[in-house]
């Protein structure tokens, strides 16, 4: 009888030390949402531990921001727009893409941190992510602070 609570007591601590174990190499999203310039902005980080590795930010964009009055008008300037993102297109690792609404336009861009070419994303004039040496990464809480300190808020 011993040797049977025994062994169950040393399984049930094996079981407590591997989730333990588990959780420290914990994922985890974190949204932030705020207005910007007149800009609707909401951010998404996911991470492994601390790394950021992968960021998704939607905006919405009010044509009267763009000094437009309709969709339809935005929809003329579409090719414009979309030049603005052409450095962008062949680098592995970023997505965009743009909506057109009723009163206001819509960009989100996602970049996979884990497959992204740091040195050739920054070498783009307006890319805005911070160079990383091969033993350094992306903290998911001195993100988040920044983007709190700059006016947005984490929601659930």
């Not at 009888?1 to 989730?19: E, Q």
């Not at 590795?53 to 008008?73: A, G």
């Not at 997505?95 to 819509?106: M, N, Q, S, V």
């Amino acid at each position: 009888m011993k040797k049977t609570a025994f062994r169950i007591t040393g399984l049930l601590f094996l079981l407590i030390a591997t989730l333990g174990l588990a959780a420290c190499g914990s994922e985890e999203t974190v949204t932030l949402q705020g207005d910007q310039m007149g800009m609707s902005m909401e951010v998404t980080l996911d991470a492994k531990d601390d790394e950021v590795t992968h960021q998704t930010v939607k905006t919405d964009i009010p044509y009267s921001t763009m000094m437009l009055e309709s969709k339809e008008e935005a929809e003329e300037l579409d090719e414009q727009i979309r030049s603005e993102f052409k450095p962008f297109e062949d680098i592995e690792g970023i997505e965009f893409e743009i909506k057109y609404g009723d009163d206001a336009l819509t960009q989100t861009i996602s970049v996979d941190l884990t497959a992204v070419d740091m040195e050739e994303l920054n070498s783009i004039p307006g890319a805005s992510l911070p160079a990383i040496e091969d033993d350094e990464y992306i903290s998911l809480e001195e993100t988040v602070k920044e983007l709190e300190d700059a006016g947005l808020e984490v929601v659930e």
